[in-house]
């Protein structure tokens, strides 16, 4: 007797992530996926280049969640951004301002200079244990930026909760001179691209 096996059910898309940005990016797919908080700590280990921590929280944000699904495909990532170079011996990490003043330091710091956007993202696929990685660069040329001139951006803008205190989709983008990559979406913090490249190889198709 033939036995007729069931149809691959389809894994459960989720975002191990509670950002508000990334969620505005995944969006743009238009298909059903939940929202999970990974709850890992953040802190860089040492020795470890800004690369490798992108990727490696990328990475455990996925697994962190991955307890709570038997068949769900997790999406994890994390932005690092450098003022410096990548291959320099302390190239100098910028993290989310969280107040007024030190957006204001940030963005004087990096007036006129160059900053690079690290984006690492996991695919984790629960039922297999397989799981994809990648790191999409992105880079920000900033123009000469005047006291007033930031003044006036944080003012309106008030991006205290974004990394090197700007929104590239919003006001943020009179910031710059110049921007350099492949996913305009990856400066946000979720690179799309990269991302639907993924599904792509677990069969899961956004159309």
Do not use: W
């Not at 307890?67 to 993290?95: K, W």
């Not at 994809?132 to 205290?160: C, K, N």
Request: some cysteine; aromatic content about 6%; hydrophobic content about 40%.
């Amino acid at each position: 007797m033939q036995t007729i096996q069931e149809p691959q059910k389809k894994p459960t898309l989720v975002l191990a992530s509670t950002s508000p940005y990334r969620r505005q990016l995944l969006d743009r797919f238009a298909v059903a996926y939940e929202t999970a908080r990974p709850g890992i700590a953040e802190e860089r280990l040492p020795g470890e280049s800004p690369r490798q921590l992108a990727l490696r929280l990328a990475e455990e944000k996925a697994r962190a969640v991955a307890a709570n699904y038997d068949n769900a495909l997790i999406i994890g990532a994390d932005q690092v951004a450098l003022l410096g170079e990548e291959e320099e011996s302390a190239p100098q990490l910028l993290s989310k301002p969280g107040s007024h003043a030190a957006a204001v330091a940030q963005l004087r710091a990096v007036s006129g200079k160059s900053v690079q956007f690290l984006n690492g993202l996991a695919l984790y696929h629960t039922p297999s244990g397989r799981c994809h990685t990648i790191v999409v660069p992105f880079r920000v040329l900033f123009r000469t930026l005047e006291d007033s001139l930031i003044e006036a951006y944080l003012r309106r803008e008030q991006p205290y909760d974004c990394a090197c205190s700007f929104k590239s989709e919003g006001l943020g983008i009179v910031l710059f001179e110049r921007m350099e990559g492949e996913d305009p979406t990856a400066l946000i913090g979720l690179p799309l691209i990269a991302l639907r490249r993924l599904l792509e190889k677990e069969q899961f198709a956004v159309l």
